[in-house]
């Protein structure tokens, strides 16, 4: 069975740092490139970045909104993909997802639970 | 950036109600085109990618077409489990842009 779950969200103050978690079991981790969308409280999804997988030099692209505030990296030996963000700003607030890339990494076919990252003073 | 629009961002139908939602690009991205389903508090499902294949496990109900810039999301008769909120992805370009939303109410 296909599984992904995302830690470590928690409150964090504005210009914070926090390091979120995407373990994955159930499939060839190393295979895939994985994407990491996110959903503001109330609002609709926003793209936040993706990693390639071992074939295209694990090459990783972000939205205009995160890029260089915000790193992708994987540990495919732990079948775990990170996010690890920094200077976060209210407007960051919202339930971050991991999801499996399939089809030429053209769509997401699994997604985690999500996990709430709350930035505020 | 390519923008993605929906239409409409919310409808209100019955059950056994034939629903028709559209998302409009705004540039050409031939059928790299994905439709998910959300519903509330949890994460998004993919019902329908490349514009018209039908993900495994996904009601028959569902179906996709499109191509260009204009794409449609239809289910051919509304069951109570439907209640949800659709989105489109373009996965023409990086980032991959979502519309904003289209939610499915009980009339």
């Keep these: 069975?296909?599984?992904?779950?995302?830690?470590?969200?928690?409150?964090?103050?504005?210009?914070?740092?926090?390091?979120?978690?995407?373990a994955v079991s159930g499939f060839s981790f190393s295979g895939h490139y994985m994407d990491w969308v996110r959903q503001a409280p109330g609002k609709g999804l926003e793209w936040v970045g993706r990693s390639g997988n071992k074939d295209n030099s694990y090459i990783t692209e972000y939205a205009a909104s995160v890029k260089g505030r915000f790193t992708i990296s994987r540990e495919d030996s732990e079948n775990s993909l990170y996010l690890q963000m920094y200077s976060l700003k209210t407007e960051?607030?919202?339930?971050?997802?991991?999801?499996?890339?399939?089809?030429?990494?053209?769509?997401?076919?699994?997604?985690?639970?999500g996990t709430l990252v709350t930035v505020s003073s | 950036?390519?923008?993605?629009?929906?239409?409409?961002?919310?409808?209100?139908?019955?059950?056994?109600?034939?629903?028709?939602?559209?998302?409009?690009?705004?540039?050409?991205?031939?059928?790299?085109?994905?439709?998910?389903?959300?519903?509330?508090?949890?994460?998004?499902?993919?019902?329908?990618?490349?514009?018209?294949?039908?993900?495994s496990g996904v009601p028959s109900r569902f179906s996709g077409s499109g191509s260009g810039t204009d794409f449609t999301l239809t289910?051919?008769?509304?069951?109570?489990?439907?209640?949800?909120?659709?989105?489109?992805?373009?996965?023409?370009?990086?980032?991959?842009?979502?519309?904003?939303?289209?939610?499915?109410?009980?009339?």
Excluded at chain 1, 1 to 22: F, T
Excluded at chain 2, 5 to 31: E, F, K, M, Y
Excluded at chain 2, 75 to 102: K, W
Aim: proline share 4%; aromatic share 10%; with cysteine.
């Design chain 2, 1 to 55: 950036d390519i923008q993605m629009t929906q239409s409409p961002s919310s409808l209100s139908a019955s059950i056994g109600d034939r629903v028709t939602i559209t998302c409009r690009a705004s540039q050409s991205i031939s059928n790299h085109l994905n439709w998910y389903q959300q519903k509330l508090g949890k994460a998004p499902k993919l019902l329908i990618y490349a514009a018209s294949s039908l993900q």
């Design chain 2, 75 to 107: 289910i051919s008769s509304l069951q109570p489990e439907d209640f949800a909120t659709y989105y489109c992805q373009e996965s023409h370009n990086v980032p991959r842009m979502f519309g904003q939303g289209s939610k499915v109410e009980i009339k």
């Design chain 1, 92 to 113: 960051d607030t919202a339930v971050y997802y991991c999801a499996r890339s399939y089809g030429s990494g053209r769509s997401n076919d699994y997604w985690g639970q």
């Design chain 1, 1 to 22: 069975e296909v599984q992904l779950v995302e830690s470590g969200g928690g409150l964090v103050q504005p210009g914070g740092s926090l390091r979120l978690s995407c």
